[in-house]
């Protein structure tokens, strides 16, 4: 069983993608916090969806200390936002693919079963 | 005592003494009748000597001197006489006057003559003598044995008198009619004529000006300079030349320009001044409205922050206004007066744009209009606006160019707030958006799950128009982009033909009326924005789609044009009027009418399109019939070159 961390500071957003990923059997964790993300690494996800634009903070610079981070590290990130001119930013943060909101059902699975079949 | 004087009265004195000396004479000549009989010999002796110191006073004086008895014998005449009369003495002695000259006798004089002779009184009379053509000064002086006359020829003199007449004549008629105001003042200043213009002028006739009274008629507020003025001219002898008012006693004022020169005697001495007044009110009231109107010019460049240039290309010359110069943060005078000079305060980061666009306009004479930052000394950053236009008056090479500097920072900064505004409103719809879209896709999934095939379709028909939602927001956004100029390119390297084909499968899902048909595949690599491309195609299929309602097909053609990928859309529907044409790619535009009012959208597609294929180094354009249908074509090319950064 896959196991995927969600960071968005919408709870909709979070259920609904819990939603999605739990009708494709994927086990999900969730967190509308930016500053806890680092601390979920006890849940050891296979992939991380980290929201850009998180309250308070940016999303680039956890993915920057989630890269750093030698649990994590090999971890794949695909970053979301609803502005897709961070697609670079995003990239450059370390992030490994980045999907731009909204998005189908069907292109987040896609994103999710490159990488869970990668690790 | 003049010298004229005293020869005047020296010459009188001598006339005396002859009259005299004449009573003498006739004295002796009458006692010399007795002699005759008495002592002939020493009569004689004393007559002759008598008659020679006489005759020779009389022929050493300049005047004509012509002795009579009572019958108008002429008893003596001397030589300056006769020749007066054309004849010589010697002819003439002995002889009556008025058998020699029979015409002077009804003459003026010729009566006064005889009327002196009648009442024994001295006459003196000056007049014109007809048969002479002369003037004559003429003295008569009779006794009792008879007359005698002096008299001079004048002619001449009143030849200088006429003249002299005439010339006050001339000088009068001039300066009454005159234009301007003339005076003349003693060394004083004590007025001693003013001529008609100056009284209409001053308002008072010339009693009144007479004496200082001129004095009161000047403005009381330029009286003191006038004064001073004055002083200045007569001390330092230069032509005095001032501008000031005279107020007539009845209030009128009237500006007046002055001058006025000394007058000398013949030793070169002042005696007084002589000058000019011209109306010059209207020139004055013109210069006030000039200024006023410079002022009014200055006062709301400056309220508006606008400064004025003028651009002098071949002679790279700048003139900057004070204003311009406070635009700049620069105080008066500080700014160098060349292009250089001015380029150097303009941000590094716009320079390239500023002097790329100047290029432009001076190689197509066009008009200057861009917006820039500029450098202020103290570091600040402030935006200009700035526009102008060439002067071509002889050539076609731009030469001058005139213009202005906007400040709008200001206008700027809120051009900020709102693109932040519109990025942070859109980032804000698309959240709910996002989990809508989630939240009915696991819906869908879940009816189609349990086998509710109609209710998943509905579900699937929402999400359809999220989808369409989504594009709205997405296009808003890029609008706000692309007038900031912050709309991101990200370059990616893909075969062609499969964007095309992933936007023509997906679009075909969007309609079933037509039937979308790819032509002439391109299967080469290309680098460019996949996801623009992508959106911009997607764009002319919608709207192929949108704009023919009753067609049944739609042709996407793709090909390679010599460096470039050349896409075309071709439907069969509404088409675009030709004056419409091209307008199309304008923002906000749409193409209306009776027929096409009901077509839905922001009209922001086709200006989004083109202006990212603009970015991407391409250009798009239109072909359409009206009532036939329209086939929209962009080209990009195969490899775009990467663009400078342009912050």
Not at chain 1, 79 to 104: H, N, T, Y
Not at chain 2, 7 to 26: I, P, T, V
Not at chain 2, 101 to 117: A, D, E, H, R
């Amino acid at each position: 069983m896959k196991r995927i961390l969600v960071a968005d500071d919408d709870p909709s957003i979070l259920e609904a993608i819990q939603l999605m990923l739990e009708i494709y059997g994927y086990t999900v964790d969730t967190t509308v916090d930016g500053k806890v993300v680092e601390k979920m690494k006890i849940f050891k996800p296979d992939v991380i969806l980290l929201d850009i634009w998180m309250s308070g903070v940016d999303g680039r610079d956890i993915c920057r200390k989630l890269k750093a981070d030698t649990l994590l590290c090999k971890t794949p990130v695909i970053m979301i936002s609803a502005s897709k001119d961070v697609r670079v930013s995003s990239k450059e943060s370390g992030a490994d693919d980045f999907l731009a909101k909204p998005f189908e059902m069907e292109e987040l699975i896609q994103y999710i079963e490159k990488y869970t079949k990668a690790s | 005592m003049p010298e004229s004087k005293k020869l005047q009265k020296e010459n009188l004195d001598l006339k005396r003494k002859l009259a005299e000396s004449q009573d003498e004479l006739r004295a002796i000549q009458e006692g010399a009748v007795d002699a005759v009989v008495v002592g002939r010999n020493k009569k004689t002796h004393i007559y002759s000597l008598a008659n020679t110191i006489v005759s020779n006073i009389l022929e050493t004086i300049t005047d004509g001197f012509v002795s009579f008895d009572e019958k108008w014998n002429i008893l003596y005449i001397n030589h300056q006489a006769a020749k007066t009369l054309s004849r010589k003495p010697e002819d003439l002695v002995g002889k009556n006057f008025w058998k020699e000259f029979p015409s002077y006798k009804n003459t003026v004089f010729g009566k006064l003559y005889q009327k002196s002779m009648k009442d024994k009184k001295a006459r003196f009379y000056e007049d014109y003598f007809a048969p002479l053509n002369a003037w004559f000064s003429v003295r008569v002086y009779p006794s009792k044995f008879g007359l005698s006359l002096y008299f001079q020829d004048i002619t001449s003199q009143k030849k200088v008198d006429e003249l002299l007449k005439q010339s006050e004549t001339k000088f009068y008629t001039l300066t009454t009619n005159a234009p301007v105001g003339i005076f003349m003042t003693d060394i004083d200043g004590n007025c001693l004529y003013v001529n008609e213009m100056w009284q209409k002028l001053a308002g008072i006739p010339f009693a009144k000006a007479k004496g200082q009274g001129w004095t009161k008629i000047i403005h009381p507020a330029d009286r003191e300079k006038v004064f001073i003025e004055w002083q200045k001219a007569v001390t330092k002898k230069k032509i005095f030349h001032l501008e000031y008012r005279f107020q007539t006693p009845e209030g009128k004022v009237s500006w007046l320009e002055g001058n006025a020169v000394s007058l000398k005697n013949d030793q070169g001495k002042i005696i007084g001044y002589i000058g000019t007044v011209s109306d010059i009110t209207s020139r004055k009231a013109a210069e006030e409205k000039l200024i006023h109107s410079q002022e009014r010019l200055m006062l709301a460049q400056s309220a508006g922050k606008i400064g004025t240039f003028e651009w002098l290309l071949p002679e790279n010359k700048v003139i900057w206004t004070p204003e311009l110069e406070r635009l700049y943060g620069m105080s008066e005078g500080e700014f160098g007066n060349t292009y250089e000079s001015w380029i150097k305060r303009v941000h590094p980061d716009d320079v390239e744009k500023v002097e790329k666009h100047l290029k432009e306009v001076i190689a197509h004479s066009g008009m200057y209009n861009i917006e820039f930052r500029i450098m202020l000394p103290d570091g600040a950053i402030k935006w200009m606006l700035g526009t102008g236009a060439f002067f071509n008056r002889d050539t076609k090479n731009a030469k001058r160019m005139v213009g202005i500097n906007i400040d709008i920072t200001a206008r700027k900064l809120l051009e900020k707030q709102k693109d932040e505004f519109i990025s942070i409103a859109s980032h804000e719809l698309k959240t709910p958006v996002t989990s809508i879209k989630g939240y009915g896709q696991v819906l869908k999934m879940m009816l189609e799950q349990k086998g509710e095939a109609k209710a998943a379709s509905i579900v699937g028909k929402m999400d359809g128009q999220l989808n369409k939602l989504t594009d709205l927001i997405g296009d808003l956004l890029d609008v706000t982009k692309i007038e900031a100029g912050r709309l991101q390119l990200t370059l990616n390297k893909f075969v062609f033909n499969d964007l095309v084909t992933e936007v023509v499968e997906a679009m075909q899902l969007t309609t079933d009326k037509h039937k979308l048909i790819q032509k002439s595949n391109v299967y080469n690599f290309i680098k460019t924005d996949r996801d623009r491309i992508g959106q911009v195609l997607t764009n002319l299929i919608s709207n192929a789609i949108k704009y023919s309602p009753h067609a049944t097909k739609i042709i996407i053609y793709s090909e390679i044009v010599d460096s470039y990928v050349q896409v075309c859309v071709q439907d069969f529907g509404v088409g675009i009027p030709k004056d419409k044409k091209d307008h199309v790619f304008e923002r906000f535009f749409r193409v209306s009418g009776p027929n096409t009012s009901t077509f839905p959208g922001l009209g922001l597609g086709l200006y989004i399109s083109s202006e990212i294929v603009k970015r991407l180094d391409g250009k798009i354009w239109v072909e359409s019939i009206k009532g036939r249908g329209s086939t929209f074509c962009f080209r990009i090319p195969l490899k775009k070159k990467p663009e400078r950064k342009n912050k």
